[in-house]
């Protein structure tokens, strides 16, 4: 089975910045999407970033200039970059693995990583 890992969260000023890694273990086949979400208390989880296995990416309006996805597929990880950070970031960080096996779609979550922005 697929776990995802997650590391890097944490308290930091505004105009700070932090690096989220996510790593999965166990088989995994075909990656075809990695990306990161966000909840905050009481609202919808939302994308934040998503990066294709073709490296094409898609940000969020309200992190473009700010957030940066990448990865490292050799060690099945993927990273987001963040940059100039808000109050308004603040929230619990997921990271989304989708794969494909045989033509069918699979999809695994982190647990989760606490990002505390104080203004």
């Known amino acids: 089975q697929v776990q995802l890992v997650e590391s890097g969260g944490g308290l930091v000023q505004a105009g700070g910045s932090l690096r989220l890694s996510c790593a999965a273990s166990?088989?995994?086949?075909?990656?075809?999407?990695m990306g990161w979400y966000r909840q905050a208390p009481g609202k919808q989880r939302e994308l934040v970033a998503e990066?294709?296995?073709?490296?094409?990416?898609n940000y969020a309006d309200s992190v473009k200039g700010r957030f940066s996805i990448s990865r490292d597929n050799a060690k099945n990880t993927v990273y987001l970059q963040m940059n100039s950070l808000k109050p308004e970031d603040t929230a619990v960080y997921y990271c989304?693995?989708?794969?494909?096996?045989?033509?069918?779609?699979?999809?695994?979550w982190g647990q989760g990583t606490q990002v505390t922005v104080s203004s």
């Open positions: 166990g088989s995994i086949f075909s990656i075809n999407v």
């Open positions: 989304k693995f989708g794969t494909t096996r045989l033509g069918i779609l699979h999809y695994y």
């Open positions: 990066i294709t296995s073709g490296a094409s990416t």
